[in-house]
């Protein structure tokens, strides 16, 4: 037996649960179903329960930011502020509107859940945990992601109240729109990788691909941050100016549900970018101890978090139409051009270049582009500061 | 003995009871999301066929786009969809005579041919066979590529019809 | 061991309610989701006498994938035609739209 180091110990705890069940007298491939379902029930959980400790951990570091105390009554540090939010959430009452479609209006918070923690089954936590490492990996994060738009289409239309159903339509058009630069974004990584497959795209990262496309992974996290619809892109249930979006009839614990599949979404694409641009387990020491992999993995998921709450509490909101330009206008073309410039600079060094030399030519090209295109919209700035400055004069000279 | 077998027939029951919900329900939206059901068990077909770039795209297209851009259709054009009188034609029957006669002759047709079985061994990754043969000029490149200008000219076109025009007023 | 058979009856029960939609639905709306799974059906069939032909040759995948491509053309261009229509005619239903009818 080869020597069992730690960071094979949870393989191990699945590889002993498959051998009980066997010695139990079960047909092998019901031991097997029996293992994903239990690795899978796992996972999930891993995914679904993380919440509690990122709502505290957001709301702590908010407050910092804001020169306030934050959550500090419920236990050490307000750390049990979440299970006292839950239990208010628990107790609400529960409020299905008149003539909305019962089981629509329920099953939908429920898909959104499904739709992120769905994504947890191909992150690679390390080279040897992970839950399924099929071959489209890449591709399959965004076809669950987009389940979830179709939860909120049914959570609003069944609500039965055109401000929902508005919300859910405001709210689709974004999140389809910004799917377009996302999926773009990951076409670089897997360009460069050569594979779809999650822990080929970690393994091929001796250089984070943060460096070879510091673009890619700009535009992959401002789609995200869309995507998951939080601040500055949280236009969609802005508290402050339209009561609430799509989830404006949902009540108590199913409100709840919404909640926490933002939350996990937010959590979700943290762990996208740092396996995709930060190299996932990669680190010092992790061909020894496998478990260290998914350490590195962690801290690197909370870092992206971290930077994503900055984005957070210091963006004002945006505007609608500011929305919608900034994807179609910017995002699009620029993730478009950075995956040409990626591909042709990828063709255009020798195979014989080191993995460094590589990731500094791709990023020197990625630097060029930058300059180019804020130059663009430095000019396009003027252009529109000119125009108005125009129409100002007139509507003066007018009054 | 493997599984495939129940899971197909398990599957593929399912998937054909929400098509039939598909064509026959009086709800719109309801038809909509049974359609979303289809085509997700369309998608598992996929991945017992060994294609799982098929099925994943299947989610990514069908249920991501098209099935959303089906609802937004229903619901923008809802007024006149509150499900009053019935959603089928004077002659649903007919349709109705022709479609089982076609399903007949068809699976009695697929029943009575001798077909290849299923090769052994494994299919291996075809992701990376399949882009290859998209790219090759002696393969599919030139349809490839027809499909991109297709693609195109459905967005340039669909945006130009649907855009509300001057006259519309 | 499952047929080709099996596959194929499954693709041809749902050409088959998808021809049926097609045929007997007045709405616009809901004939296109039958073209939808008319096409869903015939790529279940490429897809299909591709695992049980050669496998190692990729062109029952590629069909597909063009097929795709047809489908989601079709379903925008289909969708931008019947809100256009709405707009202009205020029905989409398919018994309405009979301008051109002799």
Known sequence: ?399 | MNATPIIFLVVAALTLVAAFLVVTVRNLIHAALWLVATLFGVAVIFVLLDAGFMATVQLVLYIGAIAILIVFAVMLTRRVMQDVGPQRNSNWWLGAIVAAVFFVAISSLLWRTGWPALPGGDVGDTVLALGRSLVNPDQYVIPFEVASVLLIIALIGSIAVALPGKQSE | MLSLSWYLTFAAALFALGMYAVLARKNAVAILMGVELMLNAVIVNLVAFWRYGNPMDIAGQAFAVIVFAVAAAEAAVGLALIISIYRQRDTVMAEKIDLMKW
């Open chain 1, 1 to 399: 037996m080869p020597e069992m180091n730690i960071g094979d110990f949870l393989v191990y705890l699945y590889d002993l649960l498959g051998w009980l069940l066997g010695v139990i007298g079960l047909h092998s491939s019901a031991v097997s179903l029996l293992q994903k379902l239990v690795a899978g029930f796992v996972l999930a959980n891993f995914a679904m329960l993380t919440p509690i400790f990122t709502i505290w951990l957001e709301r702590k570091v908010a407050a910092r930011f804001q020169d306030r105390l934050g959550p500090n009554r419920v236990g050490p540090f307000g750390l049990f502020q979440s299970f006292a939010d839950i239990v208010k959430l628990v107790i609400k009452e529960d409020i299905t509107p008149v003539g909305a479609d019962k089981v629509i209006f329920n099953i939908g918070p429920v898909l959104a859940v499904m739709s992120v923690v769905g994504i947890w089954a191909v992150i690679p936590f390390a080279s040897t945990m992970v839950g399924t490492d099929i071959n489209v990996g890449i591709l399959y994060s965004v076809a669950v992601g987009a389940i979830g738009t179709l939860a909120i289409m049914m959570g609003g239309w069944a609500s039965n109240n055109k401000y929902a159903l508005l919300g859910a339509f405001r709210t689709v058009s974004q999140l389809v729109s910004y799917e377009v630069p996302m999926i773009v974004a990951l076409l670089v990584p897997t360009l460069l990788a050569g594979s779809m497959r999650m822990n080929d795209i970690v393994a091929e990262q001796q250089v984070w691909f943060i460096v070879a496309a510091p673009l890619a992974m700009m535009v992959f996290l401002v789609s995200s941050i869309a995507e998951v619809g939080r601040a500055p892109f949280d236009l969609l249930e802005a508290e402050s100016e339209i009561v609430a979006g799509f989830h404006v009839e949902y009540t108590g614990m199913k409100f709840g549900v919404w909640m926490l599949a933002e939350f996990v979404h937010a959590f979700t694409i943290s762990a996208l970018a740092a396996v995709v641009f930060l190299g996932g387990w990669r680190g010092p020491l992790v061909d020894q101890y496998p478990l260290l992999g998914a350490i590195y993995f962690l801290t690197k998921t909370y870092v992206v978090y971290m930077v994503l709450l900055w984005i957070r509490v210091t963006l004002p909101r945006v505007r609608i139409d500011h929305m919608n330009a900034l994807n179609w206008k910017f995002l699009v073309p620029l993730s478009l051009a950075v995956l040409v410039v990626t591909a042709l600079v990828g063709k255009a060094v020798p195979a014989d270049v080191s993995a460094g030399g590589r990731a500094l030519v791709l990023f020197l090209s990625n630097v060029a582009l930058a300059v180019v295109s804020i130059s663009l919209l430095a000019g396009f700035s003027r252009k529109l500061q000119a125009v108005e400055q125009v129409s100002i004069d007139s509507s003066g000279a007018g009054g």
